[in-house]
């Protein structure tokens, strides 16, 4: 489990970003560094410890979550990861300047890839299999030492079936090609790290209570699988029976609201689940096409999301539009 002062850091950072508890944005970061590994002991697992990470590799696995979130494939790929070594500096990013490599290129080759999606703000962005593969081969390549971004690169390429390396592959980068940079890089002592301000609010400060609403309604959009977060969700979390805002709730009781009708309706409908389902299906499909190149599926997948996606929001609005007439009913 991480113990150190700079993993605590980096909770706090997301934390002052999402809104989320301490738990919730520290559940985030683990889904990332916490890849399964074999343990010592007969029938016993365990996880990656955080601080076997470097500082730099730490930032990257940051820098790699924000991609995804923002990218909006809903999960957080080799693609993210690649971005976030070219971004943040170290001897990754140093070696992958001597093959010329540079991040705009990179960022190109992906997006022409993956294609455009809608950012998912609902929270549910999970390191995708082939990361857990990757960070398992990075622990292997860095032995008892700390995990650093050329470990990370390595580990990319020595998976080699993700978007990442398949990009790296566009720019004649192989994984011997890419040893013998890492290596003249070491060479030539620790190579510059650039770090980055994660997480940083310019909002305005909020209550406790509010916090708290926000990340009940980030739970329940999870829960649900929601493409996006709601205004459902955020008043579903307002009114709940262990509100964060027990004052908003008595307030409501007093001019006659019925709580447990309102509670009742906030429920999605289950055309809208079914929906948000198969779309998150699509989505594992799409990753799995993209990291084998075949274009002309991906192409249909794509096509079929965005049919889902709009029969999705007719089935939302639809449903929004009868709240008004039903609670008045």
């Given at each position: 489990?991480?113990?150190?002062?700079?993993?605590?850091?980096?909770?706090?950072?997301?934390?002052?970003?999402?809104?989320?508890?301490?738990?919730?944005?520290r559940a985030q970061l683990l889904a990332l560094s916490g890849t399964r590994r074999p343990s010592s002991r007969q029938?016993?697992?365990?996880?990656?410890?955080?601080?076997?990470?470097?500082?730099?590799?730490?930032?990257?696995?940051?820098?790699?979550?924000?991609?995804?979130?923002?990218?909006?494939?809903?999960?957080?790929?080799?693609?993210?990861?690649?971005?976030?070594?070219?971004?943040?500096?170290?001897?990754?990013?140093?070696?992958?300047?001597?093959?010329?490599?540079?991040?705009?290129?990179?960022?190109?080759?992906?997006?022409?890839?993956?294609?455009?999606?809608?950012?998912?703000?609902?929270?549910?962005?999970?390191?995708?299999?082939?990361?857990?593969?990757?960070?398992?081969?990075?622990?292997?390549?860095?032995?008892?030492?700390?995990?650093?971004?050329?470990?990370?690169?390595?580990?990319?390429?020595?998976?080699?079936?993700?978007?990442?390396?398949?990009?790296?592959?566009?720019?004649?980068?192989?994984?011997?090609?890419?040893?013998?940079?890492?290596?003249?890089?070491?060479?030539?002592?620790?190579p510059r790290v650039t770090r980055r301000a994660f997480g940083s609010s310019t909002g305005m400060p909020s209550t406790?209570?509010?916090?708290?609403?926000?990340?009940?309604?980030?739970?329940?959009?999870?829960?649900?699988?929601?493409?996006?977060?709601?205004?459902?969700?955020?008043?579903?979390?307002?009114?709940?029976?262990?509100?964060?805002?027990?004052?908003?709730?008595?307030?409501?009781?007093?001019?006659?609201?019925?709580?447990?009708?309102?509670?009742?309706?906030?429920?999605?409908?289950?055309?809208?689940?079914?929906?948000?389902?198969?779309?998150?299906?699509?989505?594992?499909?799409?990753?799995?096409?993209?990291?084998?190149?075949?274009?002309?599926?991906?192409?249909?997948?794509?096509?079929r999301e965005d049919e889902l996606r709009a029969e999705l929001t007719r089935s939302l609005d639809a449903w929004q539009?009868?709240?008004?007439?039903?609670?008045?009913?």
């Amino acid at each position: 489990m991480p113990r150190d002062r700079d993993f605590k850091k980096l909770v706090r950072q997301r934390m002052s970003k999402t809104g989320e508890s301490f738990t919730a944005a520290r559940a985030q970061l683990l889904a990332l560094s916490g890849t399964r590994r074999p343990s010592s002991r007969q029938g016993e697992t365990g996880t990656y410890p955080f601080d076997r990470f470097t500082e730099a590799a730490k930032d990257v696995l940051m820098c790699a979550q924000q991609e995804a979130e923002a990218s909006g494939t809903g999960y957080i790929g080799t693609e993210h990861m690649l971005i976030g070594l070219l971004t943040c500096g170290g001897a990754a990013a140093a070696a992958l300047q001597r093959l010329g490599v540079d991040s705009q290129p990179v960022r190109e080759a992906i997006r022409s890839r993956l294609g455009s999606e809608e950012p998912d703000q609902a929270g549910r962005v999970l390191p995708a299999r082939r990361m857990k593969t990757v960070i398992e081969l990075a622990f292997g390549e860095a032995g008892t030492s700390h995990v650093g971004t050329e470990h990370l690169l390595l580990g990319i390429l020595m998976e080699a079936g993700g978007v990442g390396a398949s990009v790296l592959a566009q720019f004649g980068v192989t994984l011997d090609r890419t040893r013998d940079a890492v290596n003249a890089v070491l060479a030539q002592g620790a190579p510059r790290v650039t770090r980055r301000a994660f997480g940083s609010s310019t909002g305005m400060p909020s209550t406790p209570g509010v916090h708290r609403a926000f990340e009940g309604a980030r739970q329940s959009a999870v829960k649900e699988g929601a493409m996006l977060l709601r205004s459902d969700h955020l008043l579903g979390a307002l009114v709940q029976r262990d509100s964060p805002a027990p004052a908003l709730v008595a307030l409501l009781g007093a001019v006659g609201a019925d709580l447990d009708a309102l509670r009742r309706k906030l429920k999605p409908p289950r055309k809208v689940m079914q929906l948000e389902a198969e779309i998150w299906r699509l989505r594992q499909q799409k990753e799995e096409v993209t990291a084998a190149g075949d274009e002309r599926t991906l192409a249909g997948l794509r096509q079929r999301e965005d049919e889902l996606r709009a029969e999705l929001t007719r089935s939302l609005d639809a449903w929004q539009a009868r709240w008004g007439r039903t609670l008045s009913a």
